[in-house]
């Protein structure tokens, strides 16, 4: 399903994020201009629920609605010289079209519950190859794959470990490593605030909140 950069509505504009409805029922509603909230919300609801979603989601940047909190998008940033040292050598190999269906399947499992996310679709995997990005397989010593790994630069845009393998320390290490392969002397990466496992981790390598991006409320 296709999104919606501009949707005009008779209390404003808003772009509708659909892409999600097929895979998790939900959708993402973004204000531009506001000149009616009540109206313009209540349109976007309902498009939205037309198309299938059953959860909508909608922000105004890091604007306070008058609706429930769901979560922030938080900016966190670390100096890789803060950084602690590995416990663990981590195998890293790079995706490649031999593999990119199992990376596409473990960001989409180790994504599944985490608030903002995207599920990958082919058109990401190839955007990844477009524009040059970092990904990587994150592989145990005999070969099997238990995670993943994407960087933008200095940004680590994506950092998984499949259920079965969570609670042993991987997520740390695979963290580390990813980390070291990203451009310049920070880290940065993106995060959401009710992901509690994930910024438990990040807060213990060093990594500080630099912004909040965007604060999302239930519609």
């Not at 309902?46 to 959860?55: D, I, N, P, T, Y």
Request: glycine share 10%.
């Amino acid at each position: 399903m296709k999104n919606i950069p501009v949707y005009m509505a008779r209390g404003g504009t808003a772009s509708l994020v659909l892409r999600e409805i097929p895979h998790r029922q939900t959708a993402y509603v973004r204000l531009m201009t506001v000149t009616d909230l009540p109206g313009l919300l209540e349109e976007c609801a309902g498009f939205c629920r037309s198309c299938g979603a059953e959860q909508i989601f909608v922000s105004r940047g890091t604007e306070n609605l008058p609706l429930p909190h769901a979560h922030d998008m938080l900016l966190l940033h670390v100096k890789k010289e803060a950084l602690p040292a590995a416990k663990t050598p981590v195998n890293l190999a790079p995706m490649n079209p031999d593999n990119d269906a199992i990376y596409q399947r473990i960001m989409n499992i180790g994504f599944r519950q985490v608030s903002g996310a995207a599920t990958y679709e082919r058109s990401d995997i190839q955007r990844i190859y477009r524009e040059s990005q970092k990904a990587f397989l994150a592989l145990t010593e005999d070969g099997a794959p238990f995670g993943i790994g994407e960087i933008h630069g200095s940004e680590l845009a994506a950092v998984a470990v499949l259920p079965e393998y969570r609670g042993k320390g991987l997520g740390r290490e695979l963290t580390l490593a990813l980390s070291s392969e990203c451009e310049g002397g920070e880290v940065e990466l993106t995060a959401a605030s009710d992901n509690e496992g994930a910024l438990a981790l990040y807060d213990s390598l060093g990594f500080t909140v630099k912004g909040k991006l965007s604060a999302w409320y239930v519609l």
